[in-house]
């Protein structure tokens, strides 16, 4: 037997729909997530999707001027460098190497972060106080300067810098984590679980974590914009990835030495990793004007 | 009050003896010979290596060795540099300043710029100017600095040839080392051409200021805009705005003090961004700072050099932003302990 209709519709979206309604309202929002997807994608696909092998060095052209100038031409899109390289499979490479490992970062430090954030809200007492103390003063040392003493200890390479920029991140989502449990565990609907004889683990897990989900995927934009742009920097240093390997930083820091004769070798890396942060910012931004407004209509 | 005084002096404290740790351990972290990594110093016969172990007190157990750390660093004998063997001391206190000084050259830019734009466009939100400072402020914190340095010198050293490219002021004025800082040094000088080398001087702190400062203000607007917004819709705002007064009384009496609280904090947090991202401009303009000098002692494996600059810097921003933190609580008795401003 049908159900009695009083309305047309009669269908309530779930909260995460709700973001996703609002997050679709804000066109700019939207055009940042595809630039993010297209990267992503790049990230995936990019041995079938480069024109030319990067590390490929064809001798007759040397510093050729990309496509849209008077002496470029259509087969190399971004022209070539000093050494006969194809600039724009060079630089797919080298973005795949720079989001890829911002990824990595920022899912390990969110695991990280959130797992010892758990903790140390469900602990109290000195043990608490001691690990929100000392994660807060790592918090305030500049990323540079834990990125160099790691690269001094352990050497120059990418992996290290990954491992110092993780470092540098997961203090935030510790302190995030910790200030939201807390503040979660004096709710009433924690309460509830509690009077129900539910464990500190499964109120965690069954009630905190859904709560919690949006903001981690808040802060986890902004960690990946600082990570993309740590990760180009030390780069950039020659800390991070080195020769062989291809990183959008690297590539910047190898033309400098052609800057007077091909600007675009500059330009070209640089608005790479630009346009890459904007993207995350930009839906970082739609994501959080979309969660605060979700429930206003 | 006290409490709180007594609280934040226990975190100084015990923060600082952790970095003070961690700065001991490092040499034994680092690759190479221990004694170098402490000292500096490359020992070449036995004799020299023995007195060098009596000096750095390596015989004897380990809380020895930090106090004689410790002393060594209270009396600013802090090892030579193992690339330049100068006195880590006088490289330092050298350096430092002119880090300082563009951090402060930037801090000063975004404070006066960007407060006063992110109010602006917090009171007249949802309009055209509103939105084009928003765009603004999203497009200028996702620059990479040093590809801002390097877009700005392309430009204006290379291309228009308006600005000098590297370096803090011309080397053929002699200003004599004071306090590190340019400006106050030239000043103190009192050379002939002072005007000159003032002139001089500003012309080369505008790109490496201008290159750090877009991306904090860039982030201060935002911030700024984001607090006067949601001071602007509390209840109090409504009541005043009841007793029919004006926009500006409201914002002069009523929404300027409470915005800025919540803002202070979260330009506390910005400092650490800053310097980093004034070391790597550094190392572009070739200005003559700590961030430079540190990235030289990378290249070099200069470990006491490391292990030295970071402590300095490390100690210095942790000061500050305790310090920063503590003001703000002292300001805003209402806050939770636990509680941080939202972004």
């Known amino acids: 037997m049908p159900r009695f209709d009083l309305y047309q519709e009669e269908y309530h979206p779930s909260p995460l729909q709700n973001v996703w309604i609002e997050f679709k309202r804000s066109h700019l929002a939207v055009v940042g997530l595809i630039f993010i997807v297209i990267f992503l994608l790049i990230t995936i696909f990019v041995p079938i999707l480069a024109p030319y092998n990067p590390d490929l060095q064809n001798t007759n052209t040397l510093l050729l001027p990309p496509a849209w100038e008077a002496n470029g031409t259509i ?62 003063s790592i918090m305030s040392i500049p990323t540079l300067l834990i990125a160099i003493v790691v690269v001094a200890i352990m050497g120059t390479g990418l992996y290290n810098t990954m491992f110092a920029i993780t470092l540098a991140l997961i203090p935030q989502f510790i302190h995030q984590t910790r200030s939201f449990v807390k503040a979660e565990l004096s709710k009433n609907y924690v309460l509830l679980d509690k009077l129900d004889g539910a464990s500190s683990v499964r109120i965690f897990f069954t009630s905190i974590i859904p709560s919690m989900f949006e903001l981690i995927v808040v802060q986890a ?16 240093l020659s800390l991070g990835a080195q020769n062989p390997r291809i990183e959008l930083g690297q590539i910047l820091s190898q033309s400098l030495e052609t800057a007077y004769v091909a600007p675009w070798l500059i330009a070209l890396p640089g608005l790479f990793i630009f346009m890459m942060v904007l993207a995350v910012n930009i839906v970082g931004e739609g994501l959080r004007s979309a969660l605060r407004n979700r429930f206003n209509h | 009050m006290i409490k709180l005084f007594i609280r934040y002096i226990n975190l100084m404290v015990l923060t600082i003896f952790a970095l003070l740790v961690l700065s001991f351990i490092l040499p034994f972290l680092f690759p190479g010979d221990l004694l170098t990594n402490i000292s500096g110093i490359t020992p070449e016969t ?4 023995k007195v060098l172990e009596q000096a750095f007190m390596l015989n004897e157990n380990i809380f020895a060795q930090f106090q004689m750390y410790i002393e060594n660093l209270l009396s600013g004998n802090w090892g030579v540099s193992s690339s330049s063997q100068i006195s880590l001391f006088e490289e330092i206190s050298s350096a430092f300043p002119a880090t300082l000084e563009l951090v402060f050259y930037a801090l000063l830019v975004a404070t006066f710029v960007g407060i006063p734009v992110g109010f602006l466009a917090g009171l007249r939100h949802h309009n055209l100017a509103d939105f084009s400072v928003v765009t603004f402020s999203i497009v200028g914190y996702s620059f990479p600095v040093f590809w801002l340095a390097l877009v700005f010198i392309t430009l204006f050293c290379l291309q228009l040839e308006w600005l000098p490219i590297s370096g803090r002021i011309d080397l053929l004025f002699e200003i004599e080392h004071v306090t590190g800082f340019i400006f106050i040094d030239i000043f103190l000088s009192g050379l002939e051409e002072s005007k000159a080398a003032f002139k001089d001087a500003v012309r080369h702190a505008i790109l490496p200021t201008l290159s750090i400062s877009i991306v904090t203000t860039a982030l201060f607007v935002r911030f700024t805009r984001r607090s006067i917004m949601d001071v602007m819709e509390k209840g109090y705002i409504v009541a005043a705005k009841s007793r029919g007064f004006t926009q500006w009384q409201i914002f002069r009496k009523h929404s300027f003090k409470n915005a800025l609280v919540p803002i202070l904090p979260i330009l506390a947090l910005q400092i650490s961004t800053l310097f980093t991202n004034a070391m790597i401009v550094e190392t572009i303009f070739s200005w003559p700072g700590i961030g430079n000098w540190l990235i030289q002692a990378i290249y070099q494996q200069d470990y006491p050099a490391i292990r030295a600059g970071m402590l300095v810097v490390a100690l210095f921003v942790l000061t500050l932003t305790i310090t920063i933190e503590f003001i703000t609580r002292a300001i805003d008795t209402t806050k939770d302990e636990t509680a941080r401003a939202a972004v």
Do not use: P
């Open chain 2, 46 to 49: 036995a004799e020299q290596r």
């Open chain 1, 221 to 236: 934009t902004i960690a990946l914009s600082i990570a993309i742009l740590d990760i180009s920097a030390l780069g950039f």
């Open chain 1, 75 to 136: 087969s190399h899109l971004f022209g070539t460098d000093a050494l006969g390289r194809d600039v724009f499979s060079r630089l797919l490479y080298g973005a795949r190497v720079t989001f890829g490992s911002s990824l990595t970062i920022v899912f390990v430090a969110v695991l990280m972060g959130v797992g010892v954030g758990a903790i140390a809200g469900l602990l109290s007492g000195v043990r608490s106080s001691i690990v929100n103390h000392l994660f807060d």
